[in-house]
């Protein structure tokens, strides 16, 4: 099993930057592929960034040049950094570690951009 806890989300104005966390636990040694979603009320979940554990990362066009995954091996901790936010980023934060036929989601974090 694995457990994922995400911290880091609040209010933030447009043009602001937050910082999202994601802590892991348990049998991570099995996880090949990390990653943040977001989902507003009504839509469906979508993918902000992947991570691999090589360290490839991708991610969604909206995202592209504002946003950074990252992984603290040592702290076991899932990282997104998000700058120059705009209101449509609003929205709950989902981390996700994917092992070999089963996936892993954390409770989610709320991220709100507004003035």
């Known amino acids: 099993q694995v457990q994922l806890v995400e911290s880091g989300g609040g209010l933030v104005q447009p043009g602001g930057s937050l910082r999202l966390s994601c802590a892991a636990s348990?049998?991570?040694?099995?996880?090949?592929?990390w990653g943040w979603y977001r989902q507003t009320p009504g839509k469906q979940r979508e993918v902000v960034a992947i991570i691999t554990s090589g360290g490839s990362t991708n991610y969604a066009d909206s995202v592209k040049g504002r946003f950074s995954i990252s992984r603290d091996n040592a702290k076991n901790t899932l990282y997104l950094q998000m700058n120059s936010l705009k209101p449509e980023d609003t929205a709950v934060y989902f981390c996700?570690?994917?092992?070999?036929?089963?996936?892993?989601w954390g409770q989610g974090t709320q991220v709100t951009v507004s003035s």
């Open positions: 996700r570690g994917t092992s070999p036929g089963r996936g892993y």
């Open positions: 348990g049998s991570i040694f099995s996880i090949y592929s």
